[in-house]
């Protein structure tokens, strides 16, 4: 029988878990559904990432209502995924933010993440009719950008820590609570989505810089919370383990000359007993071999995934 499409079968309400994980800090997990966040400032706030559509966010946005009435002054965007950005007119932000190269990827290839997206996911897409049109960030940066929270609240850093899950990811990092936003850099307990990704960066130099920080709550893209410098270190182990497993498996079909069905085989075999059963497994694996294989064969940068390119790997690969 064949498996139903990416997440297409996948309608099942999550169930949803507020958590306060310092003073005036806040994240919001669901079961493997995509993670949001926010950090009181004096007299604002700074919301991280803005779920798939306006409906979906206001929904967060009420739960959040339940602890501070402060305006949202500050939107980050972790990537330029669409059940990460599509939200974000439901904030009323007065500033947008992500990095250089995230705005450069929704120029390039938003429209056709965001209907290869609803394809895959629709439960998130909660009144997609809301969506007003791609999202684009009114503040970009390279490398670093520093938000004065004020008062004594100290400051929220903004990092670009390399090739990753994309080519703009970046990582919000609060040095005197140690709490770090990771956006998809990291997952705690979830399957990594790799189809836009430099799955060779990713899993040295780039989880290696996340993890110089010594942060002692982490919040990954899906995922429970991680809690103490265990759970820290157990959730970047695990992306670099995924990540790792990827690169032998697929690496020997290539270099042997196989097929991509072969190496989509032999790194599911691989990956399935540890990770089968988390969030989004089935869902990941023909996109992630697809776009590893790619990256052996040279190509540097991602190709753009449509709907229809979707479909085409799908049937090819997990059917």
């Known amino acids: 029988m064949a498996k139903p499409f990416a997440s297409s079968a996948d309608l099942a309400d999550k169930t949803r878990s507020f958590e306060e994980l310092a003073e005036g800090v806040y994240a919001l ?8 966040g926010a950090v009181e400032g004096e007299d604002f706030l700074v919301c991280f990432e803005a779920m798939a559509t306006p409906v979906a966010a206001r929904e967060w946005l009420a739960l959040l209502r339940e602890h501070t009435g402060k305006p949202v002054r500050y939107l980050v965007l972790s990537h330029y995924h669409a059940v990460r950005v599509l939200g974000a007119s439901a904030f009323g932000a007065d500033v947008i933010v992500a990095h250089e190269k995230t705005r450069e990827l929704i120029a390039e290839r938003g429209a056709e993440d965001w209907a290869s997206e609803y394809a ?3 439960r998130l897409f909660k009144e997609p009719a809301s ?3 791609l999202t684009w960030p009114t503040l970009t940066f390279g490398d670093r950008l520093a938000i004065d929270l004020g008062g004594r609240r100290g400051r929220l850093e903004l990092h670009h820590c390399g090739r990753g899950h994309t080519e703009g990811d970046l990582v919000a990092w609060l ?8 956006g998809d850099l990291v997952e705690s307990r979830a399957a990594l989505y790799t189809g836009d990704a430099f799955h060779r960066a990713w899993a040295s130099a780039t989880l290696d810089r996340v993890a110089s920080f010594g942060a002692r709550t982490l919040v990954g893209g899906r995922g429970a919370v991680a809690r103490g410098r265990s759970e820290v270190d157990a959730a970047i182990a695990q992306t670099r383990d995924f990540l790792r497993v990827m690169l032998r498996e697929v690496g020997a ?6 097929t991509l069905k072969e190496a989509f085989q032999a790194a599911h075999r691989a990956l399935e007993p540890r990770y089968g059963a988390w969030p989004i497994f089935e869902h990941c694996m023909p996109f992630n071999v697809s776009r590893l294989w790619d990256e052996l064969d040279g190509v540097e940068r991602p190709r753009v995934w449509t709907a229809e390119r979707d479909r085409e790997v799908w049937a090819r690969l997990q059917s």
């Open 175 to 182: 040095p005197e609570q140690r709490v770090m936003f990771a």
């Open 131 to 133: 969506i007003p049109g």
């Open 29 to 36: 997990t669901a079961e493997g559904d995509p993670n949001v």
């Open 120 to 122: 895959r996911m629709p």
């Open 253 to 258: 079909a290539h270099e042997r000359g196989g």
